[in-house]
């Protein structure tokens, strides 16, 4: 049960054909991964197998491509969120695909900022596709970094809304596909390293083309050592800094 050292502070262990096994996987491994959910129902079983765990860490989310279908369940989350210190996946989504629950998303994500803050403490992994700028206003509205920390996952946000995330407080975690080509890369380049942590996003990243597993997020080591132009140790030992900061962040 040796730590590697490695983060993937994003990654839907429940939903890999068997959860158990990937739990053993990160512990074996010596991977800290975040298991984030989608539904609070998957709750109870994250935490259940989490819990024993040195290596991994459950989640409460509603993620907002669900809320279309499932924001009654807020209140189960809301029941829920003394027992969780991460919270995510939740955030919103204004792609095409789900556009038109995107008013009942704001509402849901409102809601998770709102008792994130009144509960203090809560570090939320924050899902942002094609809606960072309404994302970032919303944080600044309802969840101050005094109150709660975010961290960005996959941000695909202009280069001005990623320093305004900076500004709020907000961490990064980067996954491979945010590292695929030089317009990404560049976006990834002009954050400041002491807010990044890595991901894989599992299983919906590829690695060698099948569903990326934590231990692949060595991958988004090697990429951001050669991208900052770091030694992969370098790298390595940021990312878990920065994952110790955050956890201590107790203001
Ligand atoms: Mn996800």
């Known amino acids: ?30 991977v800290f991964t975040l298991a984030v959910t989608t539904t609070p129902k998957a709750w109870a079983r994250n935490q259940e197998l989490a819990a024993p765990t040195r290596h991994v860490r459950a989640a409460l989310g509603l993620h907002p491509q669900l809320v279309g279908e499932r924001a009654r369940e807020i209140d189960l989350w809301e029941e829920l969120l003394p027992n969780a210190r991460y919270v995510g996946e939740v955030g919103l989504d204004a792609g095409p695909r789900f556009y038109k629950s995107f008013d009942r998303q704001k509402e849901i994500f409102a809601r998770v900022l709102k008792a994130s803050a009144d509960a203090r403490n809560k570090i939320l992994t924050v899902h942002s596709v094609r809606a960072a700028k309404v994302v970032l206003d919303m ?14 996952h996959w ?18 975690s980067i996954n491979t596909e945010m590292l695929a080509n030089e317009k990404r890369s560049a976006l990834v380049k002009a954050l400041p390293l002491d807010r990044l942590l890595t991901e894989t996003d599992g299983p919906f990243t590829q690695t060698d083309n099948r569903p990326s597993r934590p231990s692949d997020v060595g ?14 140790g370098t790298v390595t030992a940021a990312v878990l800094d920065n994952l110790k900061v955050l956890l201590s962040d107790r203001e």
């Open 155 to 172: 941000f695909t946000g202009t280069a001005a809304e990623a320093r305004r995330a900076v500004d709020l407080g907000c961490y990064f």
């Open 219 to 232: 991958r988004v080591l090697d990429g951001l050592a050669l991208l900052f132009g770091q030694e992969r």
């Open 1 to 30: 049960m040796r730590s590697s050292g490695l983060v993937d502070f994003h990654c839907h262990l429940d939903l890999y054909p068997d959860f158990a096994a990937a739990v053993d996987d990160c512990e074996r491994d010596g």
């Open 139 to 152: 944080v600044e509205a309802h969840l101050p970094p005094t109150r709660g920390r975010v961290v960005l």
